[in-house]
């Protein structure tokens, strides 16, 4: 590490300003503009899109390379449990059990 | 306003919180073991707020990365909170409570939002999520911080599995209607495509291509 205290706090001032900005953007733009309820519902749309795009990549990749079996496995299971109308506690605690498991059989 | 939620959920919310503490706890180790002093992962934890920019951003730092890089590789990570501001405007409040409000947004409160049925519960299942990680994923860093090397792997756990499959179960409903649906699979296929060669945080945002599906479905129907 070859920073000191005084850029480290500023590091971190930037980081977190910029990222409540990031955070601000949607609502100061929302309350400005009236949007028509199409581009309302594609806007959620765009929402979905981006999370269905997160579950992708953390749940098949690790780092630039691929996560393994035991990840995938669990969030798998998870989803089928969810997709077959089990409560949503025992989908995530599912998904959790499962890859602790094929871990613990040393399956990476 | 929490009794407007149904029992599961809030169960479902205590249960990520748990687990957000845990890969805080992680983070918190993580960050000291790699020479910072306490004082980075509990603050970066409270000011930042986002899991994913912050590990980043530290690992960044201890390889000898320049703080430049390590800010925008973060801000590049969270970029994503853009779409998701658009898409739940309507829960982070107005006046002083729109500061807090937008702070507490993460992939998992607005996550929880977009699949609450009306406002009420949207802003219930938004606020009683947002509020916890708050409190969680500090104090799970600032623990791990404490307790140094004990909590460096919490992958034992399974808690990586969770994160996709709470997200996956909670986009699911959305998932039913055709539009969302091709999109979604389109836009996650890209993202997968392109994560070998982009930087983290971008085939996320390159997944948006997606929708283009939906968009031209409309005009055709």
């Given at each position: 590490m070859s920073i000191g205290t005084p850029g480290l706090v500023v590091a971190i001032a930037v980081l977190a300003g910029g990222t409540f900005a990031i955070r601000l953007a949607g609502p100061f733009l929302r309350a400005r503009i009236e949007f028509s309820p199409r581009v309302v519902a594609l806007l959620e749309t765009a929402a979905v899109v981006v999370l269905a795009a997160l579950v992708a990549i953390t749940a098949l990749t690790s780092g630039h390379g691929f996560a393994g079996v035991a990840r995938p496995a669990g969030v798998v299971t998870g989803g089928v449990l969810a997709a077959r109308g089990a409560p949503f506690f025992v989908v995530i605690l599912a998904a959790a059990a499962c890859t602790a498991a094929l871990r613990l059989l040393q399956i990476p | 306003m929490w009794r407007t939620l149904d029992r599961d959920l809030v169960r479902g919310v205590a249960v990520i919180c748990l687990s957000v503490a845990v890969i805080g706890a992680s983070y918190g180790a993580v960050a000291v073991t790699s020479?910072?002093?306490?004082?980075v992962p509990a603050v970066t934890a409270v000011v930042v707020l986002a899991g994913s920019s912050e590990f980043l951003f530290v690992g960044i730092l201890a390889a000898g990365g320049s703080p430049v890089a390590a800010v925008l590789a973060g801000l590049l990570v969270n970029a994503r909170h853009i779409t998701y501001g658009l898409a739940v405007?309507?829960?982070?409040?107005?006046?002083?409570r729109k500061i807090a409000g937008t702070h507490l947004m993460n992939d998992e409160s607005v996550v929880l939002a977009l699949s609450q049925p009306d406002p009420a519960r949207r802003r219930a299942a938004y606020w009683l999520c947002g509020a916890g990680i708050l409190l969680c994923w500090p104090a799970g860093a600032l623990a791990g911080a404490l307790a140094g090397?004990?909590?460096?792997?919490?992958d034992a756990l399974g808690l990586d599995a969770m994160f996709p499959a709470a997200i996956l179960a909670l986009i699911l409903p959305a998932l039913r209607q055709p539009g969302p649906r091709y999109a979604a699979i389109a836009g996650a296929a890209i993202a997968l495509a392109t994560a070998p060669f982009l930087p983290p945080g971008l085939p996320e945002l390159l997944a948006?291509?997606?929708l283009a599906l939906t968009v031209r479905r409309r005009v055709a129907a």
């Open positions: - | 020479g910072f002093p306490i004082w405007s309507d829960v982070v409040g107005s006046g002083w090397g004990a909590l460096r792997n919490p948006l291509g997606g």
